[in-house]
Each structure stands twice: as C-alpha cells, then as structure tokens.
C-alpha cells in the first residue's frame, strides 16, 4: 500500500477486502461487535428473573434494575458504535479530503477515549 494521509492509501483506489480484513483495527472492531452482542444478549435474556413468589421481574444484579439498564445501554453503544466504524473502515480508502480524513480519525480515537474512561 502506497503511502498517503491518515494511514490509509491515495484516496480513490480500488476496494480491496482482503487487505481490510487483515488490518488489525478491523480485526479488534469485529472481536469488540461480538463481544458486544454477548454483553447485550446475556443480560437481556438472563439478566432478569422472575421470582414465583414475585409478580415483577427483577434484575439479577443486586435486584438493582439500573444495572441491568447500564449492561443493556453499554451493550447496545458498543454495537453500534463497532458497526459505524467499521463501515468507516469500508468507507475511509474512498475519501479524497485530508481534512475529513482528519476529522475521521480524530473521530475514533475521541470515541475510543471515551469508551475507555473510568
């Protein structure tokens, strides 16, 4: 690959998957999608139980419902998140602009700060 701005080559080139999917951030989004399906799913399908004595469901998370709430928030975020980058990765050889290549990265690397904070 050619050199070019922002760790992508000269914009306009043909679309090549198999050099995508060998990159490594691509690999690290697909892996942070699933495990963001898994989060999401087991705590909706498991996460809360119905006592017989009980007519509410409750959260199996200290019976606190805003856990459940959180686990399901962070879950779906996370999803959607993978998925808008990873249709930036498709999408990033095809944009000519340096600036909003610029603003693309500069993008992620925002968001995956903000992930990652405590």
């Known amino acids: 690959m050619e050199g070019g701005a922002y760790g992508a080559g ?7 998957p198999y050099t995508l999917v060998r990159q490594p951030h691509t690999i690290l989004r697909v892996v942070s999608w699933v495990f963001s399906i898994v989060v ?9 139980l119905n006592s017989p004595s009980e007519s509410e469901e409750f959260c199996i998370y200290n019976r606190n419902p805003n856990a459940c709430g959180y686990g399901v928030t962070v879950g779906v975020l996370a999803f959607l998140t993978c998925l808008l980058y990873l249709a930036l990765d498709v999408y990033f050889p095809q944009i000519s602009s340096v600036k909003d290549r610029k603003k693309a990265v500069l993008s992620d690397i925002g968001v995956s700060a903000w992930e990652t904070r405590p």
Do not use: L, P, T
């Open 10 to 16: 000269k914009a306009g080139g043909a679309f090549d």
């Open 40 to 48: 999401f799913g087991s705590i909706v399908n498991e996460g809360y």
